[in-house]
């Protein structure tokens, strides 16, 4: 499947690919989604219409990482480390599925700018 989904905020736009998980293809059905981003350390997370059983649960990330948390219903964007990591690497709350993961350059650092509250777009790219 591997299909790209853009993540806009502000005035950027960053790109991520999805795997072929049951949950990422349940996410592609939902899109556009447009919502307002929660912030929790280096991570941007926001809840979506979907409801999904955990895959292959990880709570380590890599930096990038794209995931969706079941106990919140709740897509997730890993940029950096998180309050529950050890300072280098994000690490979930609790476990997430692996829907993807970003592309291209400073991709990761462009996430950075966006604050509690900011109004996000996940869709489909053309």
Not at 54 to 69: Q, R, S, T, V, Y
Request: aromatic residues 8%; negative net charge; glycine residues 8%.
């Amino acid at each position: 499947m591997h299909r790209t989904i853009e993540i806009a905020f502000k005035d950027s736009v960053v790109e991520a690919n999805l795997n072929d998980s049951k949950t990422a293809k349940k996410l592609l059905k939902i899109l556009p989604i447009q919502t307002q981003a929660s912030i929790w350390g280096n991570e941007i997370y926001f809840e979506i219409g979907i409801e999904a059983d955990l895959e292959n649960g990880k709570e380590l990330m890599e930096i990038g990482n794209i995931a969706f948390w079941p106990a919140g219903n709740a897509f997730c964007i890993f940029f950096g480390p998180t309050p529950v990591g050890d300072g280098t690497q994000p690490r979930a709350v609790s476990p997430v599925t692996v829907l993807g993961r970003l592309t291209g350059d400073n991709a990761a650092d462009k996430l950075k700018a966006v604050i509690d509250g900011d109004t996000i777009e996940v869709r489909l790219k053309k």
